[in-house]
């Protein structure tokens, strides 16, 4: 039974787990909404993170019962994409999270494979401007999947990536949507927040650079 569930691989969202990309999406969406006469607050938010771009809008539009053709709703959201972009393209190294770089370099002394997997399509460049796309066995981002979290279908890619199976995978998340993607991915999951709003995972911690080796062996006997 033990065996059965030994972590062979870890796989790190981006967003709010390496770093605080989130914090440059709230202003790009905040800057759209209000173009469009909405008010988005930080609570509207919270039901953006982990969801795509074209989903994220749509939660927007529909604050204030808007509907728009699918050609403007595109539109707007490669908008809101070009103003994110220009304020991550300012990101250096110094912004990824405490402890994290030292996390992935002990779970690699412990041969864990790891992985990203994260819903935005600027993934690449934001782990290429922190100098650490060479940490990941495996990459998937928004450009590669169909389905949006809570579909399990990002972390079933990133684990067929690594050559492990998904029993055999631990995720961090630090949304709702992907704690969820990742349980129904058959994985265990760490949540990285608040543990009234990521109760669904296996551990809740605050921060990412808490985790550490011992609790790794304790969810691989669990």
């Known amino acids: 039974m033990i065996a059965n569930n030994v972590i062979k691989a870890c796989i790190f969202d981006l967003d709010g787990v390496i770093v605080d990309t989130a914090h440059y999406h709230f202003l790009a ?44 709703k595109e539109r707007l959201a490669n908008k809101k994409n070009s103003w994110f972009v220009d304020y991550v393209l300012r990101m250096s190294p110094d912004e990824i999270f405490p402890g994290v770089k030292q996390l992935i370099h002990e779970l690699k002394k412990q041969n864990i494979k790891i992985g990203l997997a994260s819903s935005s399509k600027n993934a690449k460049t934001v782990i290429h401007l922190l100098q650490i796309e060479n940490e990941f066995d495996a990459i998937v981002d928004g450009t590669m999947i169909r389905y949006s979290k809570p579909d399990p279908e990002i972390f079933i890619l990133a684990a067929s990536k ?61």
């Open 29 to 72: 969406w905040k800057r759209l909404a209000n173009e469009l006469g909405i008010d988005l607050t930080i609570e509207d938010n919270e039901r953006l993170k982990g969801v795509s771009r074209l989903d994220s809008l749509e939660i927007i539009l529909n604050l204030r019962g808007i509907s728009l053709p699918t050609e403007e």
């Open 162 to 222: 690594l050559g492990v199976e998904p029993q055999h995978c631990l995720v961090f998340e630090d949304a709702e949507a992907g704690v969820e993607a990742a349980l129904a991915a058959g994985m265990k999951c760490v949540g990285i927040g608040s543990a009234n709003q990521l109760g669904k995972a296996d551990i809740v911690i605050s921060k990412t650079g808490e985790f550490n080796i011992a609790t790794l062996q304790q969810l691989s006997t669990v």
